[in-house]
C-alpha cells in the first residue's frame, strides 16, 4: 500500500473510535472515506448498532455492498456524528472540499450533524487554502455566464469534465473548477460566490468542522476547534 493511502487508513482507523452504538452517521464521500466504511463494516459485524446517512450515490453503494444500514435522510431528526474527507485543510480548520463532486450533499449532512470530523492524510494541511481549484456546483443553464462572474473573482473556472461530457453531480448540477492564486479570506470569498445567481453551493466549508484527523503513515494527529 502506498504511503498516502496507509495515512489514509490510519486517519480513518482513528475516526472509527468516535462512532458509538446508536448514533446516526453521516458518510461522506471519497477515497479516505471508502477506508472509514472498511473499517466501519467490521466494527458493524462485531455488532455496532448504527444508522448511515450517505453523502452520495457512491457512498450508498459502497455502504450498502459492506452490509452497512443506511436510513432515509427526510425522516432523520438528529445526525449524532458525520465523517468525511477533505481537499485541503488549513490552520483554522476550514477546508477545502468536492474534489469528488459531492460537496452540496456533504455540506447539507455536515449543518445538520452535531459533530463533524474531517480524516486526511497529513499532505492535505495547508497553511493557507487555494492550491486545490476550489469545486462549485452551478446550475447548468448559463453555466458560461456564472462562470464568468466567478472569474471577477480573481480565478480561473473549468468545467469539470468525465468522459469528455460536463460531469454531473448527484443534483444534476456541474462543478466548475475554480484555481485561485491564493485564498486568503475564505469566509468572506464563500459569502461572495454563494450570492450569484447560478451556484448552488461552493466546497469551502468555514466554522464547520470540530475535529481534524491527520496522518503521515503511523503518526495520527489530531486538531480541534474552538468554533
Ligand atoms: O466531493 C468529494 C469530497 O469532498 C471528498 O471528501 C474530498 O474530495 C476528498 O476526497 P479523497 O478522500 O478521495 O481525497
Known amino acids: 500500500m502506498k504511503s498516502k493511502d496507509k495515512s489514509k487508513q490510519k486517519a480513518a482507523q482513528a475516526a472509527v473510535n468516535y ?4 448514533m446516526t452517521v453521516g458518510l461522506g464521500t471519497g477515497s479516505t472515506m ?3 466504511l472498511e473499517e466501519l463494516k467490521h466494527h458493524v459485524h462485531s455488532g455496532l448498532e448504527i444508522q448511515g446517512i450517505p453523502t452520495s450515490k457512491q457512498t450508498a453503494e459502497i455502504a450498502k455492498e459492506n452490509g452497512i444500514p443506511l436510513t432515509d435522510f427526510s425522516q432523520t431528526t438528529k445526525i449524532d456524528i458525520a465523517i468525511d474527507g477533505a481537499d485541503e485543510v488549513d490552520t483554522n480548520l476550514q477546508l477545502i472540499k468536492g474534489g469528488g463532486g459531492s460537496l452540496v450533499r456533504e455540506k447539507i449532512v455536515a449543518q445538520a450533524a452535531d459533530k463533524l470530523i474531517i480524516i486526511v492524510d497529513a499532505s492535505k494541511r495547508v497553511a493557507q487554502l487555494g492550491n486545490f481549484p476550489l469545486p462549485v456546483e452551478v446550475i447548468p443553464f448559463g453555466w458560461q455566464k456564472t462562470a464568468a462572474y466567478l472569474e471577477t ?3 480561473k473556472p473549468v468545467l469539470r469534465m468525465a468522459d469528455k461530457h460536463p460531469f454531473i453531480s448527484d443534483n444534476g448540477n456541474y462543478i ?3 484555481a485561485f492564486e491564493t485564498i486568503n479570506e475564505p469566509e468572506r470569498l464563500h459569502q461572495q460566490l454563494k450570492q450569484l445567481v447560478g451556484v448552488v453551493e461552493t ?3 468555514i466554522n464547520m468542522a470540530d475535529m481534524i484527523i491527520s496522518a503521515r503513515n503511523e503518526v495520527v494527529e489530531k486538531m480541534t476547534s474552538t468554533h
Open 19 to 22: 462512532i458509538r452504538d446508536g
Open 34 to 36: 471508502n477506508y472509514f
Open 153 to 155: 473573482f480573481g480565478c
Open 176 to 178: 466548475l473548477d475554480c
Open 203 to 205: 466546497g469551502l466549508f
